[in-house]
């Protein structure tokens, strides 16, 4: 049985800020983070925009048929509650059935991947059944923190399936997990807690380690390989990874990965970390900007966890792929966002949602995208479909 992903649906706030801008306004030099960090834009959610609103907005893009429906898992690292799970929030405001497991998921920006394998078996176990993975999550760490050039916010959503339209995963993860303080962010505060070099160090340890053991394991080698995806917490990164993988290439194959690189960031360049969701934001870019994969190319994946967990599968593309992506609408959402000075940027990021009654805005712009938080009432969260 051939399993994998059928669809993918993406979501990103209305606001964003440009990097240059916001070095600019830190003292440093807008090449550092453009260049050295490798973002030129950062999305911003306004607090009428959470992990829920987020990931109900990219699942919409999904045509899910509900009778088929068994599983809802949502990957984040940014939940909104330390027991009730955001997919049952997204259950409601997308209508769908009853009959189903409703779950959320955490292990830091692995957590995406741990819902589309938990997807994958459960697909692999009640055949003819399909599952809904969301990847959504807001990065905060801070104003005039050292991460706060890798912040950003969105939702990825993938419909798992038998005969999948869009990507067949193969059978092949390679996974290591060792207990390390890189990241973390305590049930006390919304902003996480990084040893920014100590975690782009691990980063690359687990790569190297998952795919030296990947390739031992498989007996494939890089040449096997028609590109490369890796979770994105800022584009740099990936890139750091790919120069890893790289020394083992053709020359020829070595300028071919890195173009298709190169597509694969750029969707994160526009959008920033979206921690579970960024290597599929990644693979989506990679998919909606790349005219020169065909069908069968197989792409590897690298995931990775602060904590720490690090995984490298893989998948080919299914023939006609191309027809089940969004192309048009995902450059429509990322054009018509709107630019934010940093004042109101910081303005925005200082805003909380009261936790009382009443809305917290009169701005009706605030409360833009498909579906918002309107405010908390009696310790229950408000949400709204536009
Ligand atoms: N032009 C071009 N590049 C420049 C530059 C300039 N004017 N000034 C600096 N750079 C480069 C540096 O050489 C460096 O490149 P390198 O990584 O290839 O060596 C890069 O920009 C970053 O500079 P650095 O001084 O290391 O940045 P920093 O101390 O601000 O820290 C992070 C960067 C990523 C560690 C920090 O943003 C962070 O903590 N992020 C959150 C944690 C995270 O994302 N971890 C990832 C793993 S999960």
Redesign the pocket.
């Known amino acids: 049985m051939t399993i994998g992903i059928d669809q993918i649906g993406l979501y990103t706030p209305n606001w964003y800020i440009d990097l240059r801008e916001l070095a600019r306004a830190r003292g440093?030099?807008?090449?550092?983070y453009t260049?050295?960090?490798g973002q030129d834009q950062q999305a911003v959610a306004p607090s009428s925009q959470d992990i829920v609103t987020m990931a109900a907005a990219a699942a919409r893009e999904l045509t899910i048929d509900t009778t088929k429906l068994g599983l809802i898992v949502v990957g984040t690292e940014s939940g909104i509650d330390a027991s009730k799970a955001s997919a049952l929030y997204v259950q409601r405001l997308l209508g769908l059935h009853p009959w189903v497991r409703a779950l959320e998921i955490k292990e830091a920006?692995y957590g995406g991947t741990a819902g589309l394998m938990m997807a994958r078996d459960y697909v692999a176990t009640h055949p003819g059944q399909q599952a809904l993975v969301i990847a959504s999550d807001i990065a905060r760490?801070g104003l005039a923190t050292?991460?706060?050039?890798?912040q950003g916010a969105g939702a990825v959503a993938m419909l798992v399936t038998e005969a999948p339209r869009v990507l067949a995963l193969a059978d092949d993860s390679v996974y290591y997990a060792e207990e390390i303080m890189?990241?973390w962010r305590p049930v006390y505060q919304d902003t996480?807690l990084?040893?920014?070099?100590y975690?782009?160090e691990?980063?690359l340890a687990f790569f190297k380690r998952v795919w030296a053991q990947y390739q031992r394991q498989s007996g494939r080698t890089v040449a096997d390989f028609d590109a490369l995806c890796f979770?994105l917490?800022?584009t740099?990164?990936g890139l750091?990874a790919l120069r890893l993988a790289l020394p083992a290439a053709s020359a020829v194959q070595q300028a071919e990965l890195t173009a298709r690189f190169e597509r694969s960031i750029q969707y994160s360049r526009r959008i920033g970390?979206i921690y579970t969701g960024s290597l599929y934001l990644g693979l989506l870019s990679l998919l909606e900007l790349d005219d020169t994969l065909t069908p069968g190319a197989r792409i590897g994946l690298f995931s990775?966890g602060?904590g720490a967990v690090g995984e490298f599968f893989s998948g080919t593309l299914v023939e006609g792929f191309t027809a089940h992506l969004h192309r048009a609408d995902h450059a429509a959402l990322l054009d018509a966002r709107t630019r934010l000075s940093i004042p109101d940027y910081e303005t925005l990021f200082r805003d909380k949602v009261p936790y009382g009654p009443a809305d917290y805005s009169s701005d009706p712009a605030f409360f833009a995208g498909p579906f918002v938080l309107t405010g908390v009432s009696g310790q229950e969260r408000q949400y709204r479909t536009n």
């Open positions: 440093d030099e807008p090449d550092k260049i050295g960090i920006c760490y050292g991460g706060e050039v890798t890189d990241f996480a990084a040893r920014g070099k975690s782009t691990q980063y979770h917490p800022y740099k990164m750091k970390n990775y602060s």
